[in-house]
């Protein structure tokens, strides 16, 4: 290899540490409150049940956009000279583009998961519609709704962060195919650190980490197709959302088909029907880009 080849791969060695340290940096900071145990600190020491959602809620979402809104901007002005115009651009957040038609295909792709699962439950006979929970007075305090609020902060802050940013980042050095394998595999490590710091079963967490490559992988191609992010929000939202209230509407033991249906829901159906929307979307109904 020659001192000039050597460089050049020097190089993209870097934006890929880059890459790992900004994702490092991210899940250690949101999840400052439980390394310190913030919410002592800064609040009552016994919150009402509400009020102690609602500062989690808060906490993880201010420090989320601390990260993304002035840590990173200021790593890569430092590193990049980029302003924050370009890292506006990098968050792939451009108004100029289709916006309802983002939002109609993110909330279309949603509605064909939920129902896609739901039709799975039913087939395997683990379907249990508890969705009245989610306002009884006797289930986490009446609360369970907040389950819906909270499901913004990976919605909004995760999309941003590995569709928006880091995919950006990387297309600078790599190949758009690069960029997406590379920004998927940034979206699974950080799910490692469900088990280090929430202390999350490690066999949980390892399947959030192998579904995370498959769903960030038909994430980034769907933003490629649509320029923006705001589809993959809403399905990483209503995702999430499934996910959260699995507990409610699935009855999931240690049966073979609660197993079958949990690995069919977490690892195949996400990734297959965004995948299969999105190839149909761009047959169906082009961007302008693409006409």
Same mark, same amino acid.
């Given at each position: 290899m020659s001192i000039k080849n050597e460089e050049s791969q020097l190089r993209k060695d870097n934006y890929l540490l880059l890459g790992l340290v900004i994702t490092s940096i991210y899940g250690f900071i949101i999840y400052i409150p439980e390394l310190l145990n913030l919410e002592q600190f800064l @609040? !009552? !020491?016994d919150p009402s049940p509400f009020a102690s959602v609602a500062q989690k809620f808060i906490l993880r979402f201010v420090l989320s956009g601390i990260v993304w809104l002035l840590i990173v901007p200021y790593i890569l002005y430092k590193l990049q000279k980029t302003s924050f115009h370009g890292y506006r651009i990098f968050m792939k957040i451009n108004m100029k583009q289709k916006v309802r038609r983002n939002? +109609?295909? %993110? &909330? %279309? &792709? *949603? &509605? +064909? @998961? @939920? *129902?896609s699962i739901s039709i799975l439950a039913i087939l395997l006979d683990v379907y249990s519609p508890n969705y009245h929970l989610l306002i009884d007075s006797d289930f986490e305090s009446g609360l369970g709704w907040l389950i819906l609020i909270f499901a913004l902060i990976p919605g909004i802050w995760e999309e941003l962060a590995f569709r928006g940013v880091l995919f950006s980042v990387l297309m600078k050095k790599y190949s758009e195919k690069e960029s997406i394998i590379y920004s998927s595999l940034f979206f699974s490590f950080f799910h490692i650190f469900n088990y280090f710091i929430l202390n999350q079963d490690l066999v949980s967490v390892v399947l959030q980490s192998v579904a995370a490559i498959f769903? %960030? +992988?038909?994430?980034a191609n769907l933003m490629i197709k649509t320029k923006s992010i705001i589809s993959g929000v809403i399905i990483h939202y209503s995702i999430d959302v499934t996910l959260f209230i699995s507990g409610l509407i699935f009855n999931l033991g240690d049966t073979d088909n609660s197993i079958l249906f949990a690995l069919f829901a977490l690892m195949i159906v996400p990734p297959l029907v965004i995948y299969i929307s999105t190839t149909l979307i761009e047959y169906i109904a082009p961007s302008e880009s693409a006409q």
């Amino acid at each position: 290899m020659s001192i000039k080849n050597e460089e050049s791969q020097l190089r993209k060695d870097n934006y890929l540490l880059l890459g790992l340290v900004i994702t490092s940096i991210y899940g250690f900071i949101i999840y400052i409150p439980e390394l310190l145990n913030l919410e002592q600190f800064l @609040f !009552n !020491n016994d919150p009402s049940p509400f009020a102690s959602v609602a500062q989690k809620f808060i906490l993880r979402f201010v420090l989320s956009g601390i990260v993304w809104l002035l840590i990173v901007p200021y790593i890569l002005y430092k590193l990049q000279k980029t302003s924050f115009h370009g890292y506006r651009i990098f968050m792939k957040i451009n108004m100029k583009q289709k916006v309802r038609r983002n939002v +109609l295909i %993110g &909330i %279309g &792709i *949603s &509605i +064909l @998961f @939920f *129902s896609s699962i739901s039709i799975l439950a039913i087939l395997l006979d683990v379907y249990s519609p508890n969705y009245h929970l989610l306002i009884d007075s006797d289930f986490e305090s009446g609360l369970g709704w907040l389950i819906l609020i909270f499901a913004l902060i990976p919605g909004i802050w995760e999309e941003l962060a590995f569709r928006g940013v880091l995919f950006s980042v990387l297309m600078k050095k790599y190949s758009e195919k690069e960029s997406i394998i590379y920004s998927s595999l940034f979206f699974s490590f950080f799910h490692i650190f469900n088990y280090f710091i929430l202390n999350q079963d490690l066999v949980s967490v390892v399947l959030q980490s192998v579904a995370a490559i498959f769903v %960030g +992988l038909v994430l980034a191609n769907l933003m490629i197709k649509t320029k923006s992010i705001i589809s993959g929000v809403i399905i990483h939202y209503s995702i999430d959302v499934t996910l959260f209230i699995s507990g409610l509407i699935f009855n999931l033991g240690d049966t073979d088909n609660s197993i079958l249906f949990a690995l069919f829901a977490l690892m195949i159906v996400p990734p297959l029907v965004i995948y299969i929307s999105t190839t149909l979307i761009e047959y169906i109904a082009p961007s302008e880009s693409a006409q």
